[in-house]
């Protein structure tokens, strides 16, 4: 049977840009793998944090997948996050006109690709406050 793995993910930039900062949770089957607080770059927008939040929680959960045995493709991985431009985007409903987040954008899909499955959700903010504490 397939692992499901959820990963939520947000992040954030003191000043807009500024100072990025962003975090993500990695569960499977309930049990939490990981909950990892990041700071990031020093001059960054929100939505950059947002994206580099998703390819840190998208990373981890493909090396834990490798530490157990399990094949990427063949585990499926729901993503979660508050951040309607990234989910959108990731969608393809809304374009990435800046290069930077097309980069970006670019990154996390080529990393959700490598999973057999995913599925991808805008989730309240009032939840990633709640799991993630920002």
Same mark, same amino acid.
């Given at each position: 049977? *397939?692992?499901?793995?959820?990963?939520?993910?947000?992040?954030?930039?003191?000043?807009?840009?500024?100072?990025?900062?962003?975090?993500?949770?990695? #569960?499977?089957?309930? @049990?939490?793998?990981?909950?990892?607080?990041?700071?990031?770059?020093?001059?960054?927008?929100?939505? @950059?944090?947002?994206?580099?939040?998703?390819?840190?929680? $998208?990373?981890?959960? $493909?090396?834990?997948?490798?530490?157990?045995?399990?094949?990427?493709?063949?585990? *499926?991985?729901?993503?979660?996050?508050? #951040?309607? &431009?990234?989910?959108? =985007?990731? =969608?393809?409903?809304?374009?990435?006109? @800046?290069?930077?987040?097309?980069?970006?954008?670019?990154?996390? $899909? *080529?990393?959700?690709?490598?999973?057999?499955?995913?599925? &991808?959700? =805008?989730?309240?903010?009032?939840? #990633?406050?709640?799991?993630?504490?920002?």
């Amino acid at each position: 049977m *397939a692992t499901h793995l959820i990963l939520h993910f947000d992040g954030g930039s003191r000043g807009n840009p500024g100072p990025g900062y962003g975090s993500y949770h990695l #569960s499977r089957d309930g @049990e939490v793998i990981r909950l990892r607080h990041l700071r990031l770059g020093p001059w960054m927008t929100n939505n @950059e944090a947002e994206y580099e939040a998703l390819i840190a929680g $998208l990373n981890e959960a $493909l090396g834990w997948l490798e530490r157990q045995g399990l094949d990427p493709k063949a585990e *499926a991985i729901e993503v979660r996050g508050d #951040s309607q &431009l990234v989910i959108r =985007q990731l =969608q393809g409903a809304w374009k990435a006109r @800046e290069p930077r987040m097309a980069a970006l954008r670019d990154r996390a $899909l *080529a990393l959700l690709k490598r999973f057999g499955r995913y599925t &991808l959700r =805008q989730v309240p903010r009032a939840r #990633s406050v709640e799991l993630l504490g920002h």
